[in-house]
């Protein structure tokens, strides 16, 4: 009599939660809201500070909107 119908529903969520372990938006990271990741603000996101100087292809020290966007992009491409 053992009811172990809780494993149908945490499917899904597990699904849900994998897809919500892409990078998060840019605007998340932008703490202070400049325009610019500087590394400070990207070593609240453990992936996107490890990544940093690959991420920063203009090499200015900050990530801006369109580098993190490609690099955003490129990780939907491998992750899927
Ligand atoms: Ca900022
Ligand atoms: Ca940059």
Known sequence: MRSYGWRAPSLPLVLMVGAAQGAPPFDALDADGDGRITRA????????????????TNLDGTLDEAEYARWRASRNDTNQ
């Open 41 to 56: 603000e990207a070593d609240v996101e453990p992936r996107v500070s490890e990544e940093f100087d690959a991420i920063d």
